[in-house]
């Protein structure tokens, strides 16, 4: 490719070429003029204006990229939760104060229009903003990456509450337009599925071909990863399933219009929705589709559009990493070696080889229930070729096994990737141990328990290919962004390269001796809460006094996250403000701030979410408890709520089960904002700890191994119960209809499973986090205390930026280096 047309120069970096240019996008694009325009109009046109400055940058290092092949990383993910655009395109190309100075010359607020944007919830959680934050890490390290997914048309769902209870309703994140996408319809891929598939022996050699039995189109959508600052823009390739037109054509001849719209619609059902479920895969057919669609047109796109033509493809390995986040994308294991073999001719056993070393698979859990296992019946209906693929792959790989181990055919059915019970289904965590050169988890303790647990017998087995990358966080959204007056604070002590080298922060440490830094740091977060105060009356209408402790869970709703204990401290507080044991003149005033999403068919998650709102409504409603506490649980937590919410908090909730939390990031981004942590010995918990110190976080509760060996043993929770009059009141409470208008029933189900079962064990943690909660309440009497370790918090957590777990995964892992963009 040769670069024939001209640099188009960007308009002028200055408040007289950014509003022309925005006057530009409102009268030809948007259609409209200032007067007229709507909100929306005048956000779009915004929207437009900040992406044409980063425009020829994009063209630059597509084109570049083309021109100086090195090794791209390729990130496979079935989720980005990106957050919204504007924002982040604002500070990465340096136009925060012009578009800001621009828009009030021409009577706009750039906060109002910024509010505007609806962000595209295309994840569920943890690890779809993992992806989104490790794509603005790769684009901000001059990394050639490319990260590929699925453009939903629905994405995670909108949460609503009705009469406390979770309603759902779909999010039409497209309907205002869509500024930050760029559709590329001429270099769709079509995806087939179904059929089956014929071998025929050609000189001697068996040739296997699949014949499908139906397709879909592939549409790819571009949206610009900018790094910061920095001159380039990687891309995001989302892809969204069309009907082919061949398909469309046949039926149009027998003149059936309707069945051909029908099919239209069959084939635009691919991606229609995100699947809410983040924990326990359901196996539907629908999400096989979905995954098998992104995977094929994205190794289709890099292998035939992104590498030069003619590009031999023994060399793949050298030319990219691709990585697969979590199993979803697991399926492109067997599809390149279809490429490679079926389509292209290599040798099996050179094909293999290739393929191992493209592949790299990150787990991000520990639940059995959450590893993802596909029907042989099913995925022989939808892949009948990848399933012939997979057997011959676990044939070889268990002739491995029995020559390494001898024939232990136990151990053998252990490791099989084909699981024959309890019905024959393809594990696809198997597979991508199988198939990969690299395993890692996300935390230290997580990629451990990886190890000694969860894929012990294939840690014996390829010990080498285990390795450890503890997750990070965006400084740039989640404090530069997130937090205007704490990255100004930092700045003015420290310099502003932390934004992009986070360890930096280690130089604050010597501030949080100095009694001015930490008088300032605390007006900061008090600002942060009135920003907070703001949000949450505007848009949930919900009064909060930003002069109480804010005490903050939001991560989605989950057993093993443990929001129930939370809900037990809340009602013992409740329950001991109202028979006087405490006084709510003197007691520490707290405001505890719930946000959470059940997966729509988790019973007992949203069992959960009705208590809390309903103790909420309770606690709110008492004349004397509300004076102490409140609790306010804002539906429809999301990242735009993030932003506002983590800045402002001062004491962070991460208390699931130890061993049960892969990593956790919300924990992270909380504590480089200043919040202390209340936590169990957890996931990335732990590093927290380790790196802040003992004196600057609250740990309570059983560690791994004690938990697990109480388990062995037969964990009784009935037996705390009776043993500890405190939790016996507060459980008592619930079931008495307290909170349930009398009504005994309502909340019984939650209390007898927490006697009976309590399978993440909040009965046996329940007195330690009381006693870490009157911990927090002493300490945080003492304001210089604690704002003194909030700083220390900020000073010591610089390690967990996502620039350093891509680092990490650059050494490890991947062997790619950086590419400046010129010019
Ligand atoms: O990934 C989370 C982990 O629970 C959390 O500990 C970790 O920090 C984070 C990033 O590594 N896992 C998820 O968010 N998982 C999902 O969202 C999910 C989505 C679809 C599934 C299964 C899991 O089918």
């Known amino acids: 490719m040769t670069e024939t047309t001209p640099l188009i120069a960007s308009p002028e970096l200055n408040v007289e070429g950014f509003t022309r240019q925005y006057l530009r996008e409102l009268t030809y694009t948007q259609g409209t003029t200032l007067e007229r325009a709507s909100t929306n109009d005048k956000y779009l046109a915004l929207a437009r204006t900040v992406r044409s400055y980063l425009m020829s940058r994009w063209n630059r290092?597509?084109?570049?990229?083309?021109?100086?092949?090195?090794?791209a990383v390729a990130y496979l993910s079935a989720e980005f939760l990106l957050g919204r655009q504007l924002d982040n395109a604002l500070i990465a190309s340096g136009l925060e104060e012009i578009a800001a100075e621009g828009l009030a010359g021409l009577g706009l607020s750039l906060d109002e229009l910024r509010a505007a944007e609806v962000e595209p919830g295309l994840g569920n959680g943890g690890l779809g903003r993992l992806a989104a934050c490790f794509i603005d890490s790769l684009a901000t390290m001059n990394i050639p990456a490319i990260g590929y997914g699925i453009r939903y048309e629905f994405g995670i769902f909108r949460q609503t509450f009705v009469d406390g209870r979770q309603v759902e309703e779909p999010d039409n994140w497209?309907?205002?337009?869509?500024?930050?996408?760029?559709a590329r319809p001429e270099q769709e891929v079509e995806i087939s599925f179904g059929g089956h598939t014929e071998t025929t022996t050609v000189d001697g050699v068996e040739k296997t071909t699949w014949v499908p039995g139906w397709s879909v189109l592939a549409l790819p959508y571009n949206y610009m990863v900018p790094g910061y600052l920095n001159g380039r823009v990687n891309t995001l390739r989302l892809w969204s399933a069309r009907a082919t037109h061949a398909f469309d054509l046949k039926i149009f001849n027998y003149g059936d219009y309707a069945e051909a719209v029908r099919a239209q619609t069959f084939a635009e059902n691919i991606t229609k929705v995100l699947y809410p479920e983040d924990s326990t895969p359901q196996g539907k057919e629908l999400r096989l589709q979905q995954q098998y669609f992104f995977v094929a047109a994205s190794l289709h796109d890099f292998v035939e559009r992104v590498l030069e033509a003619g590009f031999d493809l023994h060399d793949l390995p050298e030319r990219v990493a691709f990585q697969l986040n979590d199993t979803h994308p697991v399926i492109a294991i067997p599809e390149l070696m279809r490429v490679l073999v079926d389509l292209k001719g290599l040798a099996w056993d050179e094909a293999w080889a290739i393929t191992q070393k493209c592949?790299?698979?990150?787990?991000?859990?520990?639940?059995?229930?959450?590893?993802?296992v596909w029907p042989v019946e099913l995925m022989s209906r939808l892949l009948p070729r990848h399933m012939e693929i997979i057997y011959r792959i676990n044939d070889e790989f268990l002739e491995q096994v029995r020559a390494k181990f001898g024939n232990d055919e136990m151990l053998v059915r252990r490791m099989s990737i084909i699981a024959e019970y309890p019905e024959r289904a393809v594990r696809m965590a198997y597979l991508a141990s199988v198939g990969t050169t690299k395993i890692n988890g996300v935390a230290e303790l997580h990629s451990q328990l990886l190890r000694d647990k969860v894929l012990n017998d294939f840690a014996a087995f390829a010990p080498e290919k285990f390795t450890n990358v503890t997750n990070g966080v965006t400084p740039r959204r989640f404090v530069r962004l997130a937090n205007p007056g704490l990255s100004a604070l930092i700045t003015e002590a420290i310099g502003d390269g932390w934004v992009t080298d986070l360890s930096r922060l280690s130089e604050l440490e010597p501030f949080a001796d100095d009694a001015e830094f930490r008088r300032r740091f605390r007006e900061i977060k008090r600002g942060n809460k009135d920003r907070l105060v703001t949000l949450l009356k505007n848009r949930d209408g919900i009064d909060i006094d930003p002069d109480t402790m804010l005490d903050v869970m939001v991560k989605r709703l989950h057993e093993y996250k443990r929001q129930l204990l939370k809900v037990l401290h809340v009602v013992s507080q409740y329950d001991r403000l109202k028979s006087g044991a405490i006084d709510p003149a003197t007691t520490v005033h707290r405001t505890f701030v719930f946000g959470?999403?059940?997966?729509?068919?988790?019973?007992?998650?949203?069992?959960?979410?009705?208590?809390?709102?309903?103790?909420?409504?309770?606690?709110?409603?008492?004349?004397?408890?509300?004076q102490a506490l409140r609790v306010a649980f804002p539906a429809n937590y999301n990242v735009t709520v993030a932003e506002t919410l983590v800045p402002a908090a001062d004491l962070s909730e991460q208390i699931s089960l130890a061993g049960k939390e892969a990593s956790g990031t919300g924990n992270m981004k909380f504590a480089l904002n200043?919040?202390?942590?209340?936590?169990?010995?957890d996931g990335a918990n732990v590093e927290i700890r380790q790196l802040v110190g003992d004196e600057n976080f609250f740990l309570f509760g059983l560690t791994e191994p004690e938990a697990s060996a109480i388990q062995e043993a037969g964990y009784r929770p009935s037996s705390y119960y009776e043993q500890n009059p405190d939790l016996r009141r507060v459980l008592d409470l619930i079931a008495s209809g307290e909170f349930s208008g009398g009504d005994r029933s309502v909340f019984e189900p939650i209390v007898s499973n927490l006697l009976h079962e309590d399978r993440f064990m909040v009965l046996a943690d329940f007195q330690s986090y009381m006693d870490a909660q009157e911990r927090v309440d002493t300490y945080y009497r003492d304001q210089e205390a604690w704002s003194r370790s909030a700083v220390l918090n900020v000073a010591r957590t610089g390690f967990f930026s996502s620039d350093r777990s891509m680092q990490d995964y650059l050494d490890r892992i991947w062997h790619a280096s950086p590419v400046p963009i010129e010019g």
């Open 359 to 372: 592949f790299a698979y990150t787990c991000h859990t520990l639940l059995p229930e959450a590893l993802e």
């Open 674 to 681: 200043g919040a202390l942590t209340v936590g169990t010995d």
């Open 61 to 71: 290092t597509v084109t570049q990229q083309y021109h100086e092949p090195a090794r």
């Open 174 to 182: 497209l309907d205002n337009g869509s500024p930050w996408e760029i």
């Open 596 to 626: 959470a999403k059940a997966a729509p068919g988790y019973q007992m998650a949203k069992e959960i979410i009705a208590l809390i709102n309903h103790v909420g409504a309770r606690v709110n409603g008492d004349p004397v408890v509300s």
